[in-house]
């Protein structure tokens, strides 16, 4: 199953923007050539010489390292700077050494690290490298952070967004019928640009319970219906919009009084009552009235910014989307743009979101203008 599953595509979890922003920064920090036996008393040295690491979080770097751990440009600066010994006295120093880090060079000076240390045993070497500032969010980066810097821990945690296990589980749950969203995404998207209403791009929105997922709500994009001729296009008229105006109990009473639907449905800001063969809207929405707790939003494109803060607002709790948008989408953390509106804590709302890369399949969302508002 899980074979069959891959060929059909995969769900890429999108970046914070804190997280790519953890991708690059480095700080300059003292590093230390202590002897072994004295490793602790120097670690207590220097904690109270820097409480607190003045300041910084290091606790994802390893505070000591034998130096034939460290990536071989700090093992060869270690080497040029280390003052001459004999043959036999300089093999039992390198046998029994450790590398610790002493802290960033904003906080302390090189002369005091010297003297402070001169009471447990004067160092051999001192030198200055850089070091990832922030913690690794998975392995990969933990790996590429230990050859590249220093010895990097990941703790199997996220500081900087969701929890990995809560992305995992959800993926768990979407992956298996995520072609079958998405497919409808695209079908809906080829319906409105063949009708010439809209751009092609579509919307399914799911309410999902005990593990089967139902769609409440499947839209296409609605900005050029009737547009130039009758002059009744709508520009915020986007497939994301739409559908979140389906969901809301403004559509519910529409849809109970026919009368009322007919005087509306030319006039809806959203020309959001359901248009063509796909389109449709199974409203669910209750005491929340256009809010869409726990409903996922599937989208062919990146919803651009209008959109993706109108997702944010309407308190979805997972996104998928298929084409990126680097250029106008407001989701990605890593495009142009690099909004990140998927999880900012500054926001009042955060949701899981997620690109569905389906590279074997020739579809909508794999096609577009690069400037296309989604």
């Not at 998207?189 to 593990?211: F, K, N, P, S, W």
């Not at 609605?222 to 497939?239: D, E, I, Q, S, V």
């Not at 899981?352 to 074997?360: G, L, V």
């Not at 969302?365 to 690069?370: F, I």
Request: net charge negative; hydrophobic share 40%.
């Amino acid at each position: 199953m899980d074979s069959e599953r891959s060929k059909k595509g995969r769900l890429i979890p999108l970046k914070t923007t804190l997280e790519v922003e953890a991708r690059d920064r480095v700080i300059d920090v003292y590093i230390a050539s202590i002897p072994l036996r004295q490793a602790s008393n120097a670690l207590n040295t220097v904690r109270r010489l820097i409480p607190n690491d003045g300041g910084l979080d290091l606790q994802h770097l390893r505070r000591f390292s034998k130096p034939s751990h460290v990536p071989l440009h700090v093992q060869a600066t270690i080497a040029s700077v280390k003052s001459p010994a004999s043959g036999t006295e300089n093999a039992e120093s390198e046998a029994g050494e450790l590398l610790l880090v002493v802290g960033s060079v904003e906080s302390i000076s090189k002369e005091t690290i010297i003297e402070s240390l001169c009471s447990v045993h004067t160092p051999s070497a001192i030198i200055i490298t850089q070091v990832p500032l922030l913690a690794p969010t998975s392995q990969e980066q933990a790996t590429r952070f230990s050859s590249q810097y220093w010895p990097t821990v990941y703790k199997k945690s996220n500081p900087f967004g969701p929890h990995p296990s809560l992305i995992s589980r959800a993926e768990e749950e979407l992956a298996y019928e995520a072609p079958k969203w998405m497919a409808l995404a695209v079908a809906v998207a080829q319906e409105t640009r063949a009708a010439g209403t809209g751009e092609e791009i579509g919307v399914v929105v799911l309410r999902r319970h005990d593990g089967i997922a139902t769609p409440v709500a499947v839209a296409g994009d609605m900005r050029w219906l009737n547009w130039p001729r009758f002059k009744t296009g709508n520009p915020a008229a986007h497939a994301v919009l739409r559908a979140i105006a389906m969901v809301a109990d403004g559509l519910r009473r529409r849809k109970e009084d026919a009368q009322l639907a007919a005087a509306t449905s030319a006039t809806g800001l959203f020309r959001d009552e359901p248009r063509g063969e796909l389109e449709q809207c199974d409203s669910v929405a209750g005491d929340d009235g256009y809010l869409c707790h726990d409903l996922e939003i599937y989208c062919t494109h990146e919803p651009c910014v209008m959109c993706a803060m109108a997702i944010v607002h309407s308190r979805f709790g997972r996104a998928v989307f298929g084409r990126r948008m680097p250029r106008t989408g407001g989701l990605c953390a890593d495009g142009e743009l690099g909004h990140g509106l998927f999880w900012r804590k500054e926001l009042n709302w955060t949701l899981f979101a997620w690109q569905w890369n389906n590279e074997n399949e020739d579809s909508t969302a794999q096609k577009g203008d690069e400037d296309l508002h989604a």
